[in-house]
């Protein structure tokens, strides 16, 4: 069985993060992500993560510029990869379509984040970014 890929987004603008808290599943409700989503077949990554975060928090493709990776690829189970990349939000205003919250923080407030357990891997590479 193929790997599914997880694309989650650092959405960065200035010197803030944006986080997005989960609404589902009940283990995970409440806690903090990266927003984003999986990738379909035959779509690349970089689409994929453009396509969740129109659905998600309700941006044009044109709010947001998709860069470079983040971090390692984090093995979730044997079946599925979360993989982060580095998003700048050009102009619009994130909303909460798919979750119960939105938030920025900076470096300084990361480790006090309620984070869902996969994306506590890319704390690190999150400070040094911001």
């Known amino acids: 069985m193929p790997t599914q890929i997880v694309v989650a987004a650092a959405v960065i603008s200035g010197s803030r993060l944006l986080v997005a808290q989960r609404a589902r599943p009940p283990e ?32 044009a493709i044109g709010d947001i510029a998709v860069g470079d990776r983040l971090g390692a690829d984090i093995e979730l189970n044997g079946t599925t990869t979360l993989r982060a990349y580095r998003v700048r939000l050009l102009r619009g205003r994130p909303h909460p379509h798919d979750h119960q919250s939105l938030r920025w923080v900076t470096a300084a407030e990361l480790h006090d984040v309620d984070w869902v357990p996969a994306d506590r891997g890319w704390l690190e590479d999150l400070a040094g970014t911001l």
């Open 28 to 59: 995970l409700a409440g806690r903090w992500e990266l927003p984003g989503g999986k990738v379909a077949p035959g779509e690349t990554e970089r689409d994929a993560l453009a396509r969740e975060l129109t659905e998600e928090l309700g941006l």
